[in-house]
Structure formats: structure tokens, C-alpha cells
């Protein structure tokens, strides 16, 4: 069997381009003699691997010199601690949530500070994301979290928050690179990889300078405060080299393919293709209020549970794999990162019409 379309929520497609060259380049890196996987991560073969994938995104996302990028291990929930153990100086800390990830990392806030939850949308099982123009955020909290695409439920936030002039703290782990940022808006933007970016298991924190400090919450573990890999440029200790590896070379075919400009462009036209269907449709049916939804992660149901496992079996056996919603909310959930080519999604809804025809 050849590669099948695969909506998986994470981990997720990547490029079949990357894919092939890491194959082509997994005995013999470069003239090597061996696997990035085996080579020391103090050599100038990975210097230069390392070196280029962090010139390469500050080139995508237009981080100013002013922002650190590093490379760290821990997947992105490790960030659910780390932000408050490093930033929470007076311990305390606005969070808005908007999903199960929002949630965890404001629950795990709670063990170090006052977590205070701003808004919320769990009223109407996170379908849509709170109006955030005028919060109540107290004058002394060190920072506002958020999560700015909702991988579970598929909402996104158009807007940024009003945070009243504090630190904007966002895990942007499922709508990492998919479109422009104005990274000066943020303290700190983080991301696990495994959604858009490459292997799982490493996260990649962009933060502001002045927030990289050693007044840190008291027990802070070397390997959990900022400064440490900050100071070493993510090498203070054997970082996940070939996780870095690989996400360089996603950075490089995002320029190739014409950057995040372009990549908004073509993420627009597939989730168009995918949502008006939605809308049309007398069967299937979008979970999301319009004006939040992601472009990333679409959810949809039919209404009718035994339905909707048909459908996740007969797509499945027609080439179109990890339809299922997440198992805390059911239905079906179509993620169209970066790397899923437009054909992905014509023929998912072309099938979807077939399934309506032969189900109504
Ligand atoms: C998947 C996901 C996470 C968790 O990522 P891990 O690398 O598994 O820790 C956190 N936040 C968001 C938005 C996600 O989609």
C-alpha cells in the first residue's frame, strides 16, 4: 500500500519532499559518513544543521533580534510548567480557556502560583473563542496565556486578546507556521513540533530577551529554566538533534514553497474547499461557530453517532486515515496542516458527498 491522505491531528503529515531526502540522506549525511542521528551534536557537520534551522525560521516567522529561538525537548506540555516556573514573578498569571490545552497548562500554573482564569468558553464545550477586547486582567499578573489554535475542538483566535499591556504568552502548537505572525506581540510563542513542524517530542519557544532571567520560581530544575538554553543556544545539553534536523528541512521547503504568506494563501483555499462543503451539506455539519474556525483542525458530525463511526470506517478502507474526533468529544476531525496537499482535501469531500448520497 502507498501513503494514504492522513488527517491526523499529531503526530501528523510532513512533506513527502522531506520525507524522501531524509531517507535519501539516513546512511550517509552529506558526505558524513554517517546518520545525523549518530553524529555528535558538537561536531561542525551538526553545527551547521543546527545553525541553519534557526536562520531559516527567524527568515519565516521574521523574529527580530530581540527574541530567542530554542530548541528544547519535553513536547509542548512540558511548557505548561516551565512558563510559570520562569516567568511567574509575582506569582500570579491571567489564562483563557479555550480547550483541553488550555486548560492542563492553566491547572498546572496552579501548582506554582494564582492561576486566574480570564474567560472561558467551556460553557458551550470550547465551540468558540470568548470575546477578549476587554477583559478583567489584574494590574499584577505576570503574563496572559493563551492557546491560540484549539487542535481538539478547531477554534482560532482571529484576534489577539487585549491583554492591557502584559506579556502575551501563546502555544501555537497546531497553527505553527501556517500563516504570518507579528512575533512583537508576544513574550512567548511555543510549539510543539509534532502538529505542522516535524517529529514529536521537541517544542520550539520563541521569547522576548528580557523575560530570560535567573530569577526564576525557587527549585527550578537547571534543565526547566530558560537562561540555561538560552545561554548555550539550545547545546547545553544533547538537544534532539535529529527532531532539529527534520524541521529544518521542513523550514526550508515553507521557503521554497513561498513562505508563510504563500502558506496562508493555499491553508485558506483548503479549508475553504472543506468548510463550504460543511455548509452545504443536509448530512455533515461543522462544530465550530463560523467566524472562530480553525484552518487547521476541522471538526464535523453527522448528528448520529453510528453514523459517524461508519463514515470513520469507510473513509479509513478508502484511503483517508485518523478522521476520528478526539475521544473526549467524538465526531470527526479533518486536521489540514501545511502538509497536506489540496488533492487531500478535494477527495475527501468528493468521498463525503458519495458517503451523504448513499446515507440520506
Ligand atoms: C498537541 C498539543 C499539545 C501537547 O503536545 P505534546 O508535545 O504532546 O506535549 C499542547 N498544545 C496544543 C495546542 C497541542 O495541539
Known sequence: ???????????????????????????????????????????????????????????????????????????????????????????????????????????????????????????????????????????????VYICENNTIYGTKYKELPNTK????????????????????????????????????????????????????LPGTPTMLTYKTHADADSLYNTPPCYNIYICGKVFKWLKKMGGLEKMKELNEKKAKILYDFLDESKLFRGTVVPKDRSLMNVPFVTGNEELDAKFVKAAKAAGFENLKGHRTVGGMRASIYNAMPIEGVEKLVEFMRKFEEENS
Open 1 to 143: 500500500m502507498g501513503r494514504v491522505y492522513n488527517f491526523s491531528a499529531g503526530p501528523a503529515v510532513l512533506p513527502e519532499e522531506v520525507l524522501k531526502e531524509a531517507a535519501a540522506e539516513m546512511l550517509d549525511y552529506n558526505g558524513s559518513g554517517m546518520s545525523v542521528m549518530e553524529m555528535s551534536h558538537r561536531s561542525k557537520v551538526y553545527d551547521e544543521i543546527i545553525k541553519t534551522a534557526e536562520k531559516d525560521l527567524r527568515d519565516l516567522m521574521n523574529i527580530p533580534d530581540n527574541y530567542k529561538v530554542l530548541f528544547l525537548q519535553g513536547g509542548a506540555s512540558q511548557q505548561f510548567a516551565m512558563i510559570p516556573m520562569n516567568l511567574m514573578k509575582n506569582k500570579k498569571a491571567a489564562y483563557i480557556v479555550t480547550g483541553q490545552w488550555a486548560k492542563k497548562a492553566y491547572q498546572e500554573a496552579g501548582k506554582y502560583g494564582e492561576a486566574i482564569k480570564v474567560a472561558s468558553s467551556e460553557d458551550k464545550t470550547f465551540s468558540y473563542i470568548p470575546d477578549c477586547s476587554d477583559l478583567d486582567i489584574p494590574e499584577d499578573v505576570d503574563y
Open 165 to 216: 499591556g502584559k506579556t502575551l504568552v501563546a502555544d501555537v502548537s497546531s497553527c505553527f507556521l501556517s500563516e504570518p505572525v507579528d512575533v512583537t506581540k508576544y513574550g512567548v510563542i511555543y510549539g510543539g513540533v509534532q502538529k505542522n513542524v516535524g517529529p514529536a517530542g521537541m517544542v520550539i519557544v520563541i521569547i522576548r530577551e528580557d523575560l530570560i532571567t535567573e530569577d526564576v
